[in-house]
């Protein structure tokens, strides 16, 4: 079964795998922002992560705790946001930026002497026999436990925003951080562990691309994946599946526009990179011209700093 | 005064103090709230009422001093413990998450809420039981003032309080509403709740509250049963000085100088009011109050009168000259100046100077811009004469908007737009959160600019201020405009169904209207 050259089981399962990273960051800076904190920086965690996971796994050899070391390199350096804009009330926007720009350059420095390195392999998971369906197998059961991670993650996410009291409580805080602290709620503490909480995804997201994308570390390698987290999140409105969604959309073009040129279709390819930018763009033109339901998901108090006043 | 047996007492305050860099909020405050009594705290803005709240409510740790409650020491570190204690608290504003629905608004003011479905049958038997009747799923952010104000109440209820703040709480609400409020606190003191009810509309007061203690710049200056004593003496003993009714010369009203005819305008926000066919006129040398409970399209009337939003060339008419396409700059030109409500951020910039907001407003009818050049010494000039001529209080006109306190900022841009003498001045909530000397001012500044021809247009919530100073009466209501009435001989009931009450007035509202009437 194939169409213009192109196995759809295949286009399939590789754009789930295509999907995590973007979807790793856009689901942690989705809980960033619906605290009301706007962290520009995702592609600067990202590559932090990248390289603190690529040295982690190739120093233990176990790419679990690559993982685990992308999350903690990621997480530090947004500490560095967090204590800017929550403590000494930076700007968050151009402290975003700035951790964009000093992620990208650290990690080059990190990086050197780990170029052409092959980090230790992060296998499939075995489903047996399940495997062998056909189409399905391919689809479902041929990924690696980050994949199934990533899933599980939305729908925890989206579980906790929705029903729990640590989910409302944070919800609370993005949309009025003013009433939220008249009521005795720790503004500033609840908004650096989202912080923490989005670096952490992200720097997973980051590993992921240098430990099983790639798999190996050049400088720049996450490529403007965060960029598109970013985006992923506003084309969301702020929605953990819609997030999915929009990860899988985004991620499903990337490998599109690979195959389209390796089927060598007339299609010009840059077309198909600019169409995710052009799709948010339309997602957001459709969002605010509507006063609706859709414009007033965006949390209130979204990029304002707090400050406790009497 | 009235609980000397020490038994009765539900929370004592001792010699409460707190400093603010060159501020002394509180010095030396010492009251007594007995269980069951309506306590009143009186007082100015900037007399410290707040500060005072938010140390019983452990927003703020004291200074010095100590509270007891029922005996024992009482030192909240936190709401959280305040409300473990007790004490629930009903705010003015900012306690409120729109985008969220009635149970969740409740769920977090609560700090140990039942599950969802368990919560909102409580919030609906609590809510009928005091007859607030509320849905918990509904959105707050579509809710009107007086219902968002249930919220913040069946909140505290939930939590069985013995002691309910509420600062400020009729504000917002019309004659009706208030009644219905009043009836719940009323049910709650019988039940053995005690209230502290911080406010400064004295009739109401006067007619709901046990005690009162009356606060003057941080110090307890004293204290009185409301039933026993008149509205104007408390009010001498808050402002600490006798207080004079605006003075206001009747002339002979000129030709019509605004014309509006069926205005409609879509409100640019998802929460506001649009305008529905709006019509009225206001002669030269006329003041026009148009009254309304907050968020009936008085905002949105305002943006279409000054020029941000724009309408049909003749729908907006100024001398006859139909000016509804025209942006803010080209009215102003056209003698129409206004001063919107919200005074950071709308009426002035936060962080520009004084001199620097003159400019923004007044370069057009001062001529203070020659050839794209900004006439600095002209500005500061203009600035200056403001700020003298309005007694603002400021170190200097250098310094930025954001500094000054609210009432001085007020009288500043108020004294901005009527020191370009417009033919037509059009204001929104001209006094509000400003002191009664100050709101005095501004009321005469508006009625001298009216006896020298100008047609005065003042938006307001506060129905004893358009008693006070307008000739003719109109209601906003749902963003539909009434037809203009005199105000002499106006009747607060009248005005109340017009407003938009349904029926049941209060006594001490007609009242207060007959005290307005006496002193105009």
Redesign the interface.
């Known amino acids: 079964m194939e169409l213009f050259g192109i196995n759809p089981a295949i286009l399939v399962a590789s754009l789930m795998v295509a999907a995590v990273p973007i979807l790793l960051a856009a689901i942690g800076e989705l809980v960033v922002e619906k605290a009301g904190v706007l962290n520009l920086g995702v592609e600067g965690m990202m590559i932090m992560g990248a390289i603190s996971g690529f040295i982690t796994a190739v120093h233990t050899g176990s790419p679990a705790l690559g993982f685990l070391g992308g999350a903690l390199g990621a997480m530090a350096l947004s500490l560095v946001f967090a204590l800017l804009t929550q403590v000494f009330l930076a700007n968050q926007v151009a402290t975003g930026l700035a951790l964009t720009l000093f992620g990208l350059g650290f990690s080059s420095l990190m990086g050197q002497g780990y170029n052409g390195i092959k980090p230790p392999r992060t296998p499939s998971l075995p489903f047996g026999p399940l495997e062998q369906i056909p189409f399905f197998g391919r689809v479902l059961f041929s990924h690696d436990w980050v994949v199934y991670a990533s899933v599980a993650i939305v729908a925890a996410v989206w579980a906790v925003l929705r029903y729990s009291r640590a989910g409302l409580i944070l919800r609370a805080v993005g949309e009025s951080h003013d009433a939220a602290h008249a009521l005795g709620y720790k503004v500033v503490r609840i908004r650096v562990l989202a912080i923490l909480f989005g670096a952490a995804m992200a720097g997973m997201g980051g590993a992921y691309i240098s430990l099983v994308r790639v798999p190996q570390w050049t400088d720049g390698i996450t490529a403007g994946a965060g960029w598109i987290a970013l985006a992923i999140v506003v084309f969301a409105s702020w929605k953990p599946w819609r997030v999915l969604v929009g990860a899988w959309l985004f991620g499903g073009i990337t490998v599109l526009q690979l195959n389209l040129q390796a089927a060598g279709s007339r299609i010009p390819v840059e077309y198909l990179s600019m169409s995710p930018y052009l799709i948010t763009i339309l997602v957001l033109v459709i969002m605010s011209s509507g006063r609706g339901r859709a414009g007033l998901n965006a949390p209130a108090s979204l990029g304002q700093n707090f400050h406790a006043s009497r | 005064m009235t609980q000397d047996i020490s038994a009765d007492v539900l929370l004592a305050i001792e010699g409460i103090g707190k400093s603010?860099p060159g501020v002394r909020?509180n010095d030396d405050v010492t009251f007594r709230i007995g269980a069951g009594e309506v306590h009143a705290l009186l007082g100015e803005n900037g007399a410290g009422k707040?500060?005072l709240v938010?140390m019983i409510y452990?927003?703020?740790k004291p200074d010095e001093g100590h509270m007891s409650l029922r005996g024992a020491p009482y030192a909240p570190a936190?709401?959280?413990a305040a409300?473990a204690a007790g004490v629930a608290m009903v705010?003015q504003h900012?306690?409120?998450?729109?985008?969220?629905n009635v149970a969740?608004n409740v769920?977090?003011?609560m700090d140990d809420?039942p599950p969802m479905r368990d919560l909102e049958a409580r919030i609906r038997e609590v809510s009928e039981g005091y007859g607030l009747p509320l849905d918990p799923a509904r959105l707050v952010?579509d809710l009107s003032a007086g219902e968002r104000q249930r919220v913040e109440i069946v909140r505290c209820l939930l939590q069985d309080p013995k002691l309910l703040i509420m600062d400020e709480p009729t504000s917002v609400l019309t004659p009706q509403e208030v009644e219905i409020l009043f009836g719940t606190l009323r049910q709650l003191a019988a039940e053995g709740t005690s209230i502290l009810y911080i406010s400064h509309k004295l009739e109401e007061i006067r007619a709901l509250c046990d005690a009162a203690t009356i606060l003057r710049r941080g110090k307890v200056v004293g204290t009185c049963v409301p039933r026993e004593v008149s509205a104007r003496a408390m009010a001498e003993m808050m402002v600490g000085a006798s207080l004079n009714a605006p003075a206001r010369a009747t002339g002979e009203l000129g030709p019509v100088a605004l014309t509006v005819e069926r205005l409609s305008v879509a409100s640019p926000?998802?929460f506001g009011t649009s305008l529905k066919e709006v019509s009225f006129e206001v002669r030269q040398g006329e003041v026009l109050g148009i009254g309304g409970v907050a968020g009936n399209g008085q905002d949105e009337l305002l943006a279409a009168l000054s020029g941000e939003a724009r309408t049909g060339r003749d729908v907006v008419r100024v001398h006859g000259r139909g000016i509804g396409h025209l942006g803010p700059n080209e009215r102003r030109q056209a003698g129409l100046c206004t001063a919107p409500e919200e005074r950071l951020g709308h009426a002035a910039a936060p962080d520009m100077s004084l001199v620097e907001n003159a400019l923004l407003s007044g370069a057009v009818r001062k001529g203070l811009v020659r050839r794209g050049f900004i006439d600095w010494p002209g500005t500061r000039a203009f600035a200056e004469a403001v700020v003298k001529t309005f007694d603002v209080r400021t170190p200097g006109t250098g310094t930025a908007a954001r500094a000054l306190s609210g009432g001085n900022l007020q009288k500043f841009v108020l004294g901005r737009e009527i020191l370009q003498e417009p033919g037509i001045i059009v204001v929104n909530q001209p006094t509000w959160g400003v002191d009664a000397a100050a709101a005095a001012f501004i009321r005469q500044a508006l009625l001298d600019r009216a006896a020298k021809g100008a047609a005065v247009v003042v938006i307001s919530q506060d129905i004893d201020e358009i008693l006070e100073i307008a000739d003719r009466f109109a209601a906003l209501n749902e963003g539909r405009l009434s037809a203009p009435v005199p105000v002499a001989g106006l009747t607060l009931e009248r005005i109340g169904l017009m407003l938009g009450g349904a029926h049941g007035m209060h006594k001490a509202d007609v009242h207060a209207a007959e005290v307005a009437h006496a002193e105009t």
């Not at chain 2, 900012?94 to 969220?100: G, K, P």
């Open positions: 603010y909020a707040s500060t938010k452990g927003l703020v936190e709401p959280r409300r705010f900012f306690s409120l998450f729109e985008a969220l969740e769920a977090l003011g809420p952010g926000s998802a």
